[in-house]
């Protein structure tokens, strides 16, 4: 079965650090490029972070620029996100989802085919 | 960035209804534009993609069209897991990818 499942929400203090996972199977995961995608309470999707299948290119939101890194682990089929400096603004669930088509070096042309099922993270003092 | 305006931003309809949900991009994006239903505590679900094309596994009565700068979801006849919400996704050249801000589906 392909699957995608996070891993690492939580809560955490304003101006923390927080490490998500992403664990792959069913699939070849090298082969795709991969997304964090989010969702604010009470708000819409948002695009976070693009990593291509063999990590030469990344892309982030505005927002999370210089704060978050995307990395992956071909090796271990797991998907990474660091974010730190978190502030309020960054409470949401985040999703890793994958690219529809193996190979893509822009972001989500043709959509993101499998998602998984997300994890919170919640900033709060 | 590329804005996605998609309208309505809410939809009250029945079993059995024809609805459609139009986005229309700020600026040319060729035909690299997606949608997609989610429903609370599930993941998104990606329906159409470039346009038109179904993905595997979503019924027929989902569709997608494109007319100039608007792209359209059309559902030819709504069944009661349908009731979701739905956003369009644009995904041409440069980054960042943007979302509609959804279309909330209901009885």
């Known amino acids: 079965e392909v699957q995608l499942v996070e891993s690492g929400g939580g809560l955490i203090q304003p101006g923390g650090s927080l490490r998500l996972s992403c664990a792959a199977s069913g699939f070849g995961f090298s082969d795709y490029s991969m997304n964090w995608v989010r969702q604010a309470p009470g708000k819409g999707l948002e695009w976070v972070s693009f990593?291509?299948?063999?990590?030469?290119?990344?892309y982030y939101t505005a927002s999370v620029e210089g704060r978050f890194t995307i990395s992956r682990d071909n090796a271990k089929k797991s998907l990474y996100l660091q974010m730190n400096s978190l502030s309020a603004e960054d409470t949401a669930v985040y999703y890793c989802a994958r690219e529809t088509f193996p190979f893509g070096v822009t972001v989500a042309p043709y959509g993101m085919d499998v998602w998984g099922q997300g994890t919170t993270v919640t900033v709060s003092s | 960035d590329i804005q996605m305006t998609q309208s309505p931003s809410s939809l009250s309809a029945s079993v059995g209804d024809r609805v459609t949900i139009t986005c229309r991009a700020s600026?040319?994006?060729?035909?690299?534009v997606n949608w997609y239903q989610k429903k609370p505590g599930k993941a998104p679900k990606v329906l159409i993609y470039?346009?038109?094309s179904l993905q595997s596994g979503v019924p027929s009565r989902f569709s997608g069209s494109r007319s100039g700068a608007d792209f359209t979801l059309t559902i030819s006849s709504l069944q009661p897991e349908d009731f979701a919400t739905y956003y369009c996704q644009q995904g041409h050249g440069s980054p960042p990818i943007t979302f509609g801000r959804g279309t909330r589906l209901e009885i």
């Open positions: 990593i291509s299948s063999t990590s030469s290119t990344t």
């Open positions: 470039g346009v038109s």
């Open positions: 600026q040319n994006i060729g035909d690299y």
